[in-house]
């Protein structure tokens, strides 16, 4: 399983930026998808994810500005994310929840980080 993330540069505080993720391989079910960020020396923390059922949950710090949108018949999930601010700024790391055939245990796999950086 690959997760294939894009969509990350340099924005200016308010921009907008979208970033996309595909999962690939062999899959059989999706959980969730989502994604997290990091910046050096802190923990990996979430942003937003969507679950199988449509649920979704968002940072506090992501409320009203993110939006994660899921094609399930794609595999992929998108963060749109708009007034973006300094405080956004990290690598951002793509992350699915699934199962790779039937009765599979459901592992966590990562894409790999792509860098989103606000100015001020």
């Known amino acids: 399983v690959q997760l294939q993330a894009s969509g990350g540069g340099l924005v200016q505080t308010g921009g907008s930026l979208r970033l996309s993720c595909a999962a690939s391989?062999?899959?059989?079910?999706?959980?969730?998808m989502g994604w997290y960020r990091q910046v050096p020396g802190k923990q990996r923390e979430l942003v937003a994810r969507t679950r199988s059922g449509g649920t979704t949950d968002y940072a506090d710090s992501a409320k009203g500005r993110f939006t994660i949108s899921r094609d399930s018949a794609k595999n992929t999930v998108d963060l749109q994310m708009n007034s973006l601010k300094p405080e956004d700024t990290a690598n951002y790391f793509c992350?699915?929840?699934?199962?790779?055939?039937?009765?599979?245990?459901?592992?966590?796999?990562w894409g790999q980080g792509t860098q989103v950086t606000v100015s001020s």
């Open positions: 391989g062999t899959i059989f079910s999706i959980e969730s």
């Open positions: 992350y699915s929840r699934l199962q790779r055939f039937r009765g599979d245990y459901l592992g966590a796999y």
